[in-house]
């Protein structure tokens, strides 16, 4: 049987308790949409060019449990885990699996503009709001793995940030993994910033236990006119973990979005990035970071689509690759026909400490106008030996010569990071992540 089959003949035999237990018109009308791309298309294999260095029918063979029955988690997760940044303060929420557990606050604005609703708290308080959103931007480029998030989807989170606000609170998501059995979860968010609006979002996903665990999580951002987004995703999972992440964004005139992606631990990642910039003057700067050793394996997959005129894209990935792990970065700057004034910066550059590390670098091209400045390029190599025996000379020890000039490889990426406090515990969490020691965050029992 093929790994898309058992999800398929899941879906049919559990229509019934997927659509009641969700509830949501919105979510179940596209359910049967998804199941025929599914069942036509299949998953996407090493010959689809966004997933070519990534087996997904391979990640997805193993049998892996479902919450169906939406049961909630034992324990709260706001005492039990309590992971946060030292002097950040943010509105937040924790997903245990896929299954959203109920806010410390009633979800209300707070008197910032700034709403945190589960899907069906949105519907309940906002009828038609969700389905003017949500499966949109997603539906315009097919994708598999999208399709089956789709399919199995039972709730989410949406982040609404009301017309002219500027909220001075970052939302803060908390995704655990955790169970005693291999489990699936399929996480769900929209995020809209209205016209003139601005704020942030951090996406943390961290996993308690070792058993493996399978995540698809579709993310999609709604950036309108004049408005700022700043997203961050942070990954601290283990190594029997496989999570697939899709971010759509979709940015109207004169908008703004910062986009960091920071891989810390890991199994296997691939996170793919689609970002359309449909009206003039629309500027997106997307970075991130990764550190894997041993057998893990992380993939970022980016198409930057300048479809408006003087739209801006910077683009920056650094990977520190260490034992057999693997590293893919793909990124693709797609001007369409109009698209006059465009400007693109690519940037991937990657550091292999050892000879059975390897990464793969495919920055992109594809213009179809004239007056435009693009650039890209990618770099893959060692330790800089000179800049490594000059340290030496001056009484450094080698062991700490290569962690300070990987730190210093990787804090390119982390300078870019707009929140201070979280700039700063990261390139912590980075010094750690090289030493091999990674401790805790404030309170919480996830580190060891």
């Given at each position: 049987m093929s790994s898309i089959q058992q999800y398929l003949d899941l879906f049919a035999s559990q229509r019934t308790l997927l659509d009641e237990g969700c509830g949501l018109d919105p979510l179940n009308a596209?359910?049967?949409?998804?199941?025929?791309m599914l069942d036509a298309t299949g998953l996407p294999g090493r010959r689809t060019e966004?997933?070519?260095?990534t087996?997904?029918?391979a990640a997805l063979a193993p049998d892996y449990g479902l919450n169906l029955r939406r049961l909630a988690p034992g324990a709260d997760p706001y005492a039990r885990y309590r992971c946060n940044v030292p002097d950040l303060h943010t509105r937040l929420r924790y997903v245990v699996g896929d299954v959203v557990t109920p806010e410390r606050t009633d979800g209300n604005d707070g008197g910032e503009g700034v709403q945190v609703l589960t899907f069906a708290e949105a519907e309940r308080t906002m009828p038609g709001w969700l389905d003017r959103y949500y499966h949109r931007a997603a539906a315009r480029t097919p994708d598999g793995l999208t399709a089956l998030n789709t399919l199995l989807a039972q709730d989410g989170l949406v982040v609404r940030i009301a017309a002219g606000t500027q909220a001075a609170t970052p939302v803060q998501i908390v995704n655990m993994a955790d169970g005693t059995a291999p489990l699936m979860s399929n996480r769900r968010v929209v995020v809209v910033a209205e016209?003139?609006?601005?704020?942030?979002?951090?996406?943390?996903?961290?996993?308690?236990?070792?058993?493996?665990?399978?995540?698809?999580?579709?993310?999609?951002?709604?950036?309108?006119e004049g408005a700022s987004l700043d997203l961050y995703s942070v990954e601290e999972t283990h190594t029997a973990n496989t999570r697939f992440s899709h971010l759509y964004v979709e940015q109207q005139a004169a908008s703004r979005t910062a986009l960091g992606t920071?891989?810390?631990?890991?199994g296997l990642t691939c996170n793919r990035t689609d970002v359309r910039l449909l009206g003039q003057g629309a500027t997106t700067s997307a970075y991130g970071a990764a550190i894997a050793d041993g057998h893990q394996h992380v993939?970022?997959?980016?198409?930057?689509?300048?479809?408006?005129?003087g739209c801006t894209s910077d683009l920056l990935f650094k990977y520190v690759l260490d034992g057999a792990a693997v590293g893919a970065y793909a990124g693709k700057v797609l001007v369409r026909e109009g698209a006059q004034q465009s400007l693109s910066e690519q940037t991937n550059a990657n550091l292999c400490a050892s000879d059975e590390a390897r990464a793969f670098a495919q920055p992109m091209l594809e213009i179809y106008a004239d007056d435009v400045k693009c650039n890209?390029?990618?770099t893959v190599g060692k330790l800089d030996e000179s800049a490594l025996f000059y340290m030496r000379q001056r009484g450094i020890e080698e062991h700490e010569a290569r962690l300070l000039l990987q730190h210093a490889f990787v804090n390119d990426v982390l300078r870019r990071v707009g929140i201070g406090s979280l700039r700063e515990r990261l390139s912590y969490l980075v010094e750690m992540r090289f030493r091999g020691r990674l401790t805790k965050c404030n309170g919480c029992s996830l580190c060891k």
């Open positions: 596209r359910r049967d949409e998804a199941a025929r966004r997933y070519k260095y087996d997904v029918e016209r003139g609006a601005a704020g942030a979002v951090l996406f943390c996903d961290h996993a308690r236990s070792g058993q493996p665990m399978l995540t698809t999580q579709v993310v999609e951002a709604y950036v309108e920071i891989t810390l631990t890991n993939d970022n997959n980016l198409l930057v689509d300048h479809a408006a005129p890209h390029g990618s």
